[in-house]
């Protein structure tokens, strides 16, 4: 079945300093979504991509979708602690499920 | 407000024992899934269901049954054959249009 990876696995910064997950997929990805869970608790829906080469944001936030469409990023600015938590890539193929990837989980150090 | 519920939160199972583990949504979403969390793994698809009275196998859908009679409910049933059933089971909800999903708060499952 598809995979869908996410470097790194984990991710320790200073409060301040910026942080970057990436998303890598073999095959075409078809719409990107990315989540983020917090310790305990459960995913919350941040972001849709769908075109090849989209960035959005949000505030700090930066989400990219490569120009193939077999990557995306999310990246944060001056990290803050209300960020730590897991961040989640997954690919919505044929509008009907979600596939996700591994995971990113971001800790601050204060 | 609306939202998604799963109950209970905790729950305890002896080897050989079926648990149903209940998912109500009052999102009027059209579409429901459940999956399956593993402590520090992703999330994998067990089991999902577009409209009501049909569903569709996820990526891990052996020992695991489910049913939609009601648009509301979509009710995960962990069977007997299910040889690693403890974990974390998340349900959520999407209009089924291409949208962000609606994640219920979980079901931590041990079985002791």
């Known amino acids: 079945g598809q995979q869908v990876m996410q470097i790194p696995q984990y991710q320790h910064v200073q409060e301040g300093e910026d942080f970057t997950t990436y998303c890598n997929s073999s095959t075409t990805l078809s719409n990107i979504q990315w989540y983020k869970q917090r310790p305990g608790g459960h995913p919350v829906f941040l972001i849709q991509l769908v075109k090849s080469g989209e960035v959005k944001k949000q505030k700090r936030l930066t989400f990219q979708f490569g120009e193939a469409k077999k990557n995306s990023s999310l990246h944060i600015t001056a990290t803050q602690t209300t960020d730590v938590g897991t961040y989640f890539c997954?690919?919505?193929?044929?509008?009907?499920?979600?596939?996700f990837g591994t995971g990113t989980r971001l800790t601050i150090i204060p | 407000d609306g939202g998604i519920t799963q109950s209970p939160k905790y729950l305890f199972r002896k080897e050989g024992q079926n648990v149903t583990l209940s998912c109500e949504q009052n999102?009027?979403?059209?579409?429901m899934y459940w999956y399956r969390q593993d402590p520090g793994q992703g999330l994998r698809l067990i089991y999902y269901s577009q409209i009501v009275n049909d569903f569709q196998k996820g990526d891990i859908a052996e020992g695991y049954s489910v049913s939609r009679e009601k648009k509301e409910s979509f009710p995960l049933t962990v069977t007997s054959a299910q040889k690693n059933p403890t974990a974390f089971y998340l349900c959520?909800?999407?209009?089924?249009?291409?949208?962000?999903?609606?994640f219920g708060s979980g079901t931590r499952l041990t079985v002791v």
């Open positions: 959520a909800s999407s209009t089924g249009q291409g949208e962000g999903y609606t």
């Open positions: 999102l009027n979403h059209d579409a």
């Open positions: 997954a690919d919505l193929f044929g509008n009907e499920k979600l596939t």
